[in-house]
């Protein structure tokens, strides 16, 4: 599902001009996220976005919490594509891009907050297409090492946040649980209420709290947004 424009205050993202699509799943992670950031007032100064794309994620946090956010991404056309966005932006001067591969990036800082929209699937069958393949399946990146190359660069008391298919959650959840991140707020996700989960957005951290959990649909029986969807979308979206 994707949408052509969003609302950052005086800032448009327009899809049109982004090289890959910017889809509802990621800017409900970026809300859910940000709410949890804010809800929680945690302050977080420096915040790592993992495979940034074309920068929608750190625009969205940008936009409600004052930090400094770094942006990685191996992909060169949604890196050049992340950089333009960023530049046009308000808060240009908090967004930094970095064009590289997150497991040779050097630990400079601890990060107090990441956030990451990896790609989705591990073992699917692949399109044939490169760069698609790269985008939506762990062709460059599985999930193991992505919690490798979390555990290097997250302070010892972050905490990041993840989004994925419902089932392959799990699978990370187990994983994650092994390298020490404990799941402590999530949002499961569901098309319609008519539908079963289809996307789960977690926040981990490394103490292990009960975990709080909730749940999203986005359209209703009348295939209308549901109100909690336009409240925790509208700061963001142009027309909702």
Same mark, same amino acid.
């Given at each position: ?71 990685? &991404?191996?992909?060169?056309?949604? =890196? $050049?594509? %992340? ?12 967004? /930094? ?72 959650? &799990?699978?990370?959840?187990?994983? =994650? $649980?092994? %390298? ?12 319609? /209420? ?47």
């Amino acid at each position: 599902m994707a949408n052509t424009f969003f609302r950052f205050k005086q800032f448009n993202v327009d899809q049109a001009h982004c090289a890959m699509k910017v889809c509802t799943d990621a800017c409900i992670q970026g809300a859910f996220t940000a709410q949890y950031l804010v809800n929680n007032q945690l302050t977080v100064p420096a915040i790592l976005d993992i495979g940034a794309g074309t920068g929608l994620l750190s625009l969205m946090l940008a936009q409600q919490v004052d930090a400094c956010i770094t942006a990685v &991404e191996l992909d060169p056309g949604a =890196a $050049e594509q %992340a950089t333009k966005n960023f530049a046009a932006s308000p808060w240009a001067h908090r967004l /930094v891009l970095t064009h590289q591969d997150i497991r040779k990036m050097e630990v400079a800082i601890p990060y107090d907050f990441i956030i990451t929209n990896p790609p989705f699937y591990e073992s699917a069958l692949k399109s044939g297409h490169a760069q698609k393949d790269q985008a939506m399946h762990a062709t460059t990146l599985g999930y193991g090492e992505l919690i490798t190359a979390i555990d290097r660069h997250l302070h010892p008391a972050g905490t990041f946040s993840i989004l994925l298919p419902f089932v392959q959650f &799990e699978t990370f959840r187990v994983l =994650a $649980e092994a %390298a020490g991140f404990h799941l402590q707020e999530v949002l499961y996700i569901r098309q319609s /209420v008519k539908h079963g989960y289809f996307r789960a957005t977690g926040i981990f951290g490394r103490e292990a709290l009960e975990t709080h959990e909730t749940e999203l649909a986005i359209y209703d029986e009348h295939n209308v947004y549901t109100s909690p969807f336009v409240a925790l979308l509208q700061s963001y979206y142009l027309y909702l």
